[in-house]
Nanobody
Framework: VQLQASGGGLVQAGGSLRLSCAASGSIFSINYMGWYRQPPGKQRELVAAITFGGSTKYADSVKGRFTISRDNADNTVNLRMNTLRPEDTAVYYC??????????????????WGQGTLVTVSS
């Protein structure tokens, strides 16, 4: 599976950006897509993910501000980011794969990664 990310850039605090990621190749081998981010000097963390069945998962820090959606027609996942904060500054990575089912929820544990795209939020 190949993941091609687009979007990102520089925005002022309070502004909005949209990230997109298109999947190609062996789509049958994935059942979710999502976004992780890695802030400067910190570990990579989950931002949001969505299963092909429509179940979504968000980091607490972005709930109510970010929205993930999937276009089933072209295997694209979009991340709409509103009310951006300086702490949202990071390299954002598209991720996909087979999720791991755990009691009551699921975990985005896929191994496919796109190239990172930088989001910079100025104060």
């Amino acid at each position: 599976v190949q993941l091609q990310a687009s979007g990102g850039g520089l925005v002022q605090a309070g502004g909005s950006l949209r990230l997109s990621c298109a999947a190609s190749g062996s789509i049958f081998s994935i059942n979710y897509m999502g976004w992780y981010r890695q802030p400067p000097g910190k570990q990579r963390e989950l931002v949001a993910a969505i299963t092909f069945g429509g179940s979504t998962k968000y980091a607490d820090s972005v709930k109510g501000r970010f929205t993930i959606s999937r276009d089933n027609a072209d295997n694209t996942v979009n991340l709409r980011m509103n009310t951006l904060r300086p702490e949202d500054t990071a390299v954002y990575y598209c991720n996909a794969g087979k999720f791991t089912a755990v009691p009551g929820t699921w975990l985005p544990t896929g191994d496919y990664w796109g190239q990172g795209t930088l989001v910079t939020v100025s104060s």
